[in-house]
């Protein structure tokens, strides 16, 4: 009795499963799904999901949905936090929304891209248990907006990170990964998927003025000339109503105030008190190729009781 090639039986079974995983990468391969709900598929690596947070003007890749905490600080500067980790891997998104207007005065891309990599360094002490030291970084631009590159590597591993100033949104992208060909392909892809919408709040009503903000590249910002005082309506001063109201407004060509929005709010009539005083301002308008351009910009307008009028 003949007994049954084995060999033979192995050698058709690997060439049928080796046609089987062909099949099915074939068919997966160069596919993107939109953003499904957080821990409904496991990340693998061809099928990646799209990804932008409710409000942002900005959108990019991920190889899962990940994880949400926000952070607001008395400064009225809310951080959003996006985090996921896959394998060995970690992939981290930092949204600094509504940067008040005094930070965007003070090196921004040294001081908020610092704080935006906070997290991704602590996580790379506590996994990899070494010190991260940064081997390159540079300036770059995006759809005409200012930001940063930057990589800081260990015996073991390595973290790219990118960093955009877009208007008033600050955003950070980091990926913590081993050395390794694969996963610098994947933090090569995370990083390139950012991109930029039209900002969600801007007037619809300015088109002349669009992409005009302090994140776009102009010769000389404007420069406030007055200072007009805002009134304190009897009601908020019976009721001891006191606090900062933040607003943006358009400054025209000429150096007026054409339009006025307001990002934050107090009681009792001061919400209109500081738009009047806003329309009272008048500026050395900012400057582009040697002319005069329309220009958005962030003002804050403080109620105090205790100063003097």
Known sequence: M?????????????????????????SAAGQEQQAAPAGTEK??????????????????????????????EDSG?????????????EYQVVWFANVPYGMLHQAPLNVLFLRGLEDILKSAKKSMKQDFVTTRQEDIALSGYSGRESTMESAAGRIDAKCLLAGYDFVTLAVLHPKEEASAADAKRFLDSLSLAVNPGQSSGVASGAGIGPGTAVDTRPVPLNRPRPNYTERARKN??????????????????????????????????????????????????????KFWQVLEVEFNLRAKR
């Open 43 to 72: 990340a693998n690596a061809t099928q990646w999901v799209k990804f932008s947070p409710e409000g942002a003007r900005f959108s990019l890749s991920l190889p899962a949905s990940p994880n949400e905490k926000t952070k607001n």
């Open 240 to 293: 001891s109503v006191q606090g900062v109201i933040r607003l943006r407004v358009l400054i025209d060509v000429d150096g007026s105030v054409k339009d006025v929005q307001l990002l934050t709010h107090l009681p009792d009539g001061l919400d209109d008190e500081a738009a009047k005083a806003a329309r009272q301002l008048r500026f050395r308008p900012a400057t582009r190729g040697g002319q005069p351009v």
């Open 2 to 26: 003949r007994r049954p090639d084995t060999n033979s039986h192995r050698r058709i079974d690997l060439v049928g499963l080796a046609a089987l995983i062909l099949a099915v990468t074939t």
């Open 77 to 89: 500067l809310k951080i959003h936090y996006y985090k996921l980790t896959t394998g060995l891997t």
